[in-house]
């Protein structure tokens, strides 16, 4: 029979009661480490462009649900990603936080980001459009210059340059975006360059 000492005190080791003790005290502990740390609240600061309730309505981790760090971490992502698609092409989360009660039972979540402006087109250029000038695919789109960046947008307004292709005899063209830059003389202002594959063009008797 083992003996060990406690705290000062001469125990047992074998002892039933002590066994059961030790039991105990394991499952309390493990209970407490698997507790889920509750959301209590969540605040965003810096936003102007989408309202604070817009934003946690993308949320995935909603208050009084449990909290976890990779839910919030996708949450982010979705928000940047809202935020570029619209236009905003450098908005970014600045910070974090995850305050803890001090019974480690709930937290506020704080979240800190800079918008910035909308992105402006200052320039628009094509490569591989040997066929049609860009006097001609310029109205076909709806992004012209001073407008407003919006990749949506941009991408109907390829889909238009595609149907001219396909019209005049190229029904296998391609459009893509070779490049998006910033102008360095515009604040927000950036260039875009499409490349064009035009394909071989059909014949008459082809289309």
């Known amino acids: 029979m083992f003996r060990g000492v406690l705290q000062g005190a001469s125990v047992d080791l074998a002892s039933p009661g002590f066994l059961c003790f030790l039991s105990l005290v394991f499952i309390l502990g493990t209970a407490k480490a ?3 740390i509750t959301v209590a609240s969540i605040s965003i600061r810096g936003n102007h462009v989408f309202e604070s309730g817009q934003i946690q309505d993308w ?3 909603k208050t009084g649900r449990p909290f976890s760090s990779e839910v919030l971490q996708n949450d982010l992502r979705i928000l940047l990603s809202r935020y570029h698609e619209n236009g905003y092409l450098l908005a970014r989360i600045d910070s974090t936080h995850t305050l803890v009660s001090a019974d480690s039972d709930f937290a506020d979540i704080l979240v800190f980001l800079s918008e910035d ?3 402006v087109v200052r320039s628009i250029e094509f490569k591989g459009n040997a066929s049609i000038a860009a006097e001609s695919l310029v109205p ?3 992004i012209r210059i001073g407008s407003a960046f919006i990749p949506s ?3 109907q307004d390829m889909q238009s340059i ?3 292709y396909e019209s005049s005899g ?3 063209a391609k459009a893509s975006i070779e490049n998006i830059w910033a102008v360095g003389s515009e604040e927000n202002g950036i260039g875009i360059t499409l490349a064009i594959e035009e394909g071989i063009a059909a014949r008459v008797s082809e289309l």
């Open 59 to 61: 949320f995935s981790i």
């Open 170 to 172: 190229f029904p296998v």
């Open 153 to 155: 947008v941009l991408e």
């Open 34 to 36: 698997r507790a889920q």
């Open 162 to 164: 595609l149907r001219l």
């Open 117 to 119: 402006g909308q992105a």
């Open 140 to 142: 076909r789109m709806e």
